[in-house]
Protein backbone atom coordinates (compact mmCIF):
# COMPACT_ATOMS: atom_id res chain seq x y z
CA UNK A 1 0.00 0.00 0.00
CA UNK A 2 1.29 3.32 -0.81
CA UNK A 3 1.90 6.04 2.31
CA UNK A 4 -1.07 7.83 1.44
CA UNK A 5 -3.26 4.76 1.25
CA UNK A 6 -1.70 3.61 5.43
CA UNK A 7 -2.32 7.14 6.43
CA UNK A 8 -6.16 7.19 5.36
CA UNK A 9 -6.65 3.59 6.49
CA UNK A 10 -4.82 4.31 10.23
CA UNK A 11 -6.84 7.88 10.07
CA UNK A 12 -10.30 5.61 10.01
CA UNK A 13 -9.04 3.28 12.49
CA UNK A 14 -8.34 6.12 14.78
CA UNK A 15 -11.71 7.63 14.12
CA UNK A 16 -13.59 3.91 14.33
CA UNK A 17 -11.43 3.42 18.13
CA UNK A 18 -12.69 6.93 19.44
CA UNK A 19 -16.18 6.62 18.50
CA UNK A 20 -16.82 3.11 20.24
CA UNK A 21 -14.96 4.83 23.13
CA UNK A 22 -17.52 7.61 23.12
CA UNK A 23 -15.07 9.84 22.56
CA UNK A 24 -14.65 12.86 19.64
CA UNK A 25 -12.48 11.86 16.88
CA UNK A 26 -10.97 15.18 16.61
CA UNK A 27 -9.53 14.71 20.11
CA UNK A 28 -6.86 11.85 19.08
CA UNK A 29 -4.16 13.13 17.25
CA UNK A 30 -1.81 11.32 15.03
CA UNK A 31 1.79 11.58 15.34
CA UNK A 32 3.81 9.92 12.36
CA UNK A 33 7.22 8.77 13.83
CA UNK A 34 9.62 9.65 10.99
CA UNK A 35 12.76 8.14 12.95
CA UNK A 36 15.02 6.70 10.52
CA UNK A 37 12.59 7.41 7.35
CA UNK A 38 14.05 10.41 4.89
CA UNK A 39 12.82 13.67 4.61
CA UNK A 40 10.88 12.68 0.97
CA UNK A 41 8.88 10.77 3.25
CA UNK A 42 7.86 13.30 5.87
CA UNK A 43 7.19 15.47 2.68
CA UNK A 44 5.39 12.59 0.78
CA UNK A 45 3.21 12.70 4.12
CA UNK A 46 2.87 15.80 4.78
CA UNK A 47 1.16 16.24 0.83
CA UNK A 48 -0.91 13.80 2.04
CA UNK A 49 -2.43 15.74 4.78
CA UNK A 50 -0.53 14.37 7.98
CA UNK A 51 1.55 17.76 9.32
CA UNK A 52 2.55 16.50 12.88
CA UNK A 53 5.56 14.08 13.13
CA UNK A 54 7.62 12.84 15.82
CA UNK A 55 11.60 12.00 15.75
CA UNK A 56 13.70 10.14 18.59
CA UNK A 57 17.07 11.12 18.08
CA UNK A 58 18.49 15.11 17.93
CA UNK A 59 21.58 14.51 15.69
CA UNK A 60 19.08 12.96 12.87
CA UNK A 61 16.04 15.16 13.66
CA UNK A 62 17.74 18.28 13.11
CA UNK A 63 19.38 17.31 9.45
CA UNK A 64 16.04 15.99 8.98
CA UNK A 65 13.98 19.23 9.84
CA UNK A 66 16.50 21.45 7.51
CA UNK A 67 15.46 19.33 4.24
CA UNK A 68 11.81 19.00 4.65
CA UNK A 69 9.93 21.37 2.48
CA UNK A 70 6.56 21.26 4.02
CA UNK A 71 5.88 23.10 7.20
CA UNK A 72 5.10 20.61 8.81
CA UNK A 73 5.03 19.77 13.36
CA UNK A 74 7.65 18.38 15.11
CA UNK A 75 7.30 16.74 18.24
CA UNK A 76 10.80 15.45 20.25
CA UNK A 77 9.23 11.84 21.58
CA UNK A 78 12.94 9.57 22.19
CA UNK A 79 15.14 9.77 25.40
CA UNK A 80 16.68 13.33 25.45
CA UNK A 81 20.19 14.12 26.94
CA UNK A 82 20.35 17.70 28.98
CA UNK A 83 23.23 18.23 26.28
CA UNK A 84 21.54 17.69 23.17
CA UNK A 85 18.78 19.87 24.44
CA UNK A 86 20.02 23.29 22.88
CA UNK A 87 20.33 21.35 19.42
CA UNK A 88 16.08 21.21 19.09
CA UNK A 89 15.03 24.71 21.04
CA UNK A 90 12.62 26.73 18.91
CA UNK A 91 12.60 23.28 16.50
CA UNK A 92 9.89 20.96 18.35
CA UNK A 93 6.43 22.13 19.77
CA UNK A 94 6.40 19.67 22.15
CA UNK A 95 8.84 17.39 23.97
CA UNK A 96 6.82 13.87 25.25
CA UNK A 97 9.67 12.55 27.23
CA UNK A 98 10.65 14.52 30.29
CA UNK A 99 11.30 12.35 33.05
CA UNK A 100 13.75 14.15 35.31
CA UNK A 101 14.02 17.58 37.03
CA UNK A 102 17.40 18.06 35.91
CA UNK A 103 16.17 17.57 32.19
CA UNK A 104 12.78 20.25 32.79
CA UNK A 105 15.49 22.57 33.81
CA UNK A 106 17.73 22.54 31.18
CA UNK A 107 14.59 23.02 28.99
CA UNK A 108 13.24 26.05 31.07
CA UNK A 109 16.89 27.35 30.55
CA UNK A 110 17.08 26.89 26.72
CA UNK A 111 13.75 28.11 25.80
CA UNK A 112 14.14 31.10 27.92
CA UNK A 113 17.20 32.02 25.72
CA UNK A 114 15.01 32.23 23.15
CA UNK A 115 12.29 33.35 24.70
CA UNK A 116 9.45 30.76 24.68
CA UNK A 117 7.65 28.41 26.23
CA UNK A 118 8.01 24.75 25.53
CA UNK A 119 4.94 22.16 26.20
CA UNK A 120 5.96 19.46 27.47
CA UNK A 121 4.81 16.18 28.67
CA UNK A 122 6.11 14.07 31.76
CA UNK A 123 7.13 10.66 30.72
CA UNK A 124 6.21 7.63 32.92
CA UNK A 125 7.34 3.98 33.79
CA UNK A 126 3.94 2.61 34.62
CA UNK A 127 5.29 -1.19 33.81
CA UNK A 128 8.44 -0.69 35.84
CA UNK A 129 10.53 -2.29 32.73
CA UNK A 130 13.99 -1.75 33.95
CA UNK A 131 14.86 -0.96 29.98
CA UNK A 132 12.32 1.96 30.02
CA UNK A 133 12.88 5.63 30.59
CA UNK A 134 10.21 7.31 32.29
CA UNK A 135 9.47 8.82 36.73
CA UNK A 136 7.62 6.10 38.55
CA UNK A 137 3.66 6.05 39.06
CA UNK A 138 4.72 7.07 42.71
CA UNK A 139 6.93 9.99 41.86
CA UNK A 140 5.06 11.63 38.95
CA UNK A 141 2.99 14.09 41.32
CA UNK A 142 6.30 15.37 42.73
CA UNK A 143 8.13 15.73 39.33
CA UNK A 144 4.93 17.27 38.23
CA UNK A 145 5.10 19.85 40.99
CA UNK A 146 8.73 20.48 41.07
CA UNK A 147 8.35 21.17 36.56
CA UNK A 148 5.96 23.20 37.05
CA UNK A 149 7.27 25.30 38.75
CA UNK A 150 9.62 26.61 35.24
CA UNK A 151 8.34 30.01 34.00
CA UNK A 152 9.68 28.33 30.53
CA UNK A 153 8.04 25.41 30.32
CA UNK A 154 4.04 24.10 30.47
CA UNK A 155 3.25 20.75 31.54
CA UNK A 156 0.44 19.35 29.11
CA UNK A 157 0.27 15.54 30.16
CA UNK A 158 1.48 12.49 30.26
CA UNK A 159 3.62 9.73 28.22
CA UNK A 160 3.96 6.12 28.49
CA UNK A 161 5.44 2.95 26.61
CA UNK A 162 3.93 -0.31 27.96
CA UNK A 163 5.76 -3.27 27.65
CA UNK A 164 5.07 -4.92 23.89
CA UNK A 165 2.70 -7.70 23.53
CA UNK A 166 1.41 -9.47 20.34
CA UNK A 167 -1.91 -8.98 21.93
CA UNK A 168 -2.66 -5.02 22.15
CA UNK A 169 -5.17 -6.01 24.59
CA UNK A 170 -2.25 -7.17 26.93
CA UNK A 171 -1.53 -3.20 26.96
CA UNK A 172 -4.33 -1.70 28.06
CA UNK A 173 -3.86 -2.03 31.86
CA UNK A 174 -0.73 -0.02 31.43
CA UNK A 175 -3.25 2.76 29.66
CA UNK A 176 -5.93 2.92 32.02
CA UNK A 177 -2.91 3.53 34.53
CA UNK A 178 -1.85 6.27 33.29
CA UNK A 179 -5.21 7.68 32.64
CA UNK A 180 -5.97 7.05 36.16
CA UNK A 181 -2.65 9.02 37.31
CA UNK A 182 -3.43 11.66 34.99
CA UNK A 183 -7.20 11.94 36.02
CA UNK A 184 -5.43 12.23 39.98
CA UNK A 185 -2.89 15.11 39.06
CA UNK A 186 -5.53 17.08 37.59
CA UNK A 187 -7.59 16.98 40.74
CA UNK A 188 -4.62 18.50 42.19
CA UNK A 189 -5.14 21.55 40.64
CA UNK A 190 -1.18 22.62 40.42
CA UNK A 191 -0.60 25.76 38.86
CA UNK A 192 0.85 25.70 35.38
CA UNK A 193 0.25 21.93 34.77
CA UNK A 194 -2.45 20.46 32.81
CA UNK A 195 -3.25 16.90 32.17
CA UNK A 196 -5.33 17.41 28.66
CA UNK A 197 -2.78 15.40 26.69
CA UNK A 198 -2.14 11.26 26.95
CA UNK A 199 0.92 10.64 24.74
CA UNK A 200 0.18 6.57 24.25
CA UNK A 201 0.06 3.86 21.84
CA UNK A 202 1.99 3.15 19.17
CA UNK A 203 1.33 0.50 15.30
CA UNK A 204 0.47 -2.34 17.05
CA UNK A 205 -1.65 -1.40 20.05
CA UNK A 206 -3.04 2.36 19.30
CA UNK A 207 -6.66 1.73 18.97
CA UNK A 208 -6.57 0.17 22.65
CA UNK A 209 -4.28 3.47 23.99
CA UNK A 210 -8.00 5.53 22.09
CA UNK A 211 -10.13 3.46 24.01
CA UNK A 212 -8.47 4.11 27.22
CA UNK A 213 -8.43 8.13 26.52
CA UNK A 214 -5.12 8.48 24.36
CA UNK A 215 -4.99 11.88 22.93
CA UNK A 216 -1.32 11.34 21.28
CA UNK A 217 -0.87 8.18 19.22
CA UNK A 218 2.82 7.88 17.59
CA UNK A 219 2.61 5.89 14.67
CA UNK A 220 5.71 4.58 12.66
CA UNK A 221 5.44 0.79 11.38
CA UNK A 222 2.08 1.03 10.16
CA UNK A 223 2.24 4.60 8.48
CA UNK A 224 5.80 4.20 6.50
CA UNK A 225 6.49 0.46 6.83
CA UNK A 226 9.10 -1.40 8.69
CA UNK A 227 11.91 0.09 9.73
Not at 41 to 55: I, K, N, R, S
Not at 126 to 150: F, P, Y
Amino acid sequence: MSLSANLKKIRSQIYAAALSAGREPAAVRLIAVSKTKPASMVDEAAAAGQLLFGENYVQEFTVKAMEVGYPVEWHFIGHLQSNKVKFIAGLVAMIHSVDRLSLAEEIDRQWQRIGKVCDILIQVNVSGEATKNGTTSAEAEALVRQVALLPNVRICGLMTMPPFFDDPEEARPYFHELKLLAEEIESLAIPSASMQELSMGMSGDFEVAIEEGATLVRIGSALFGSR
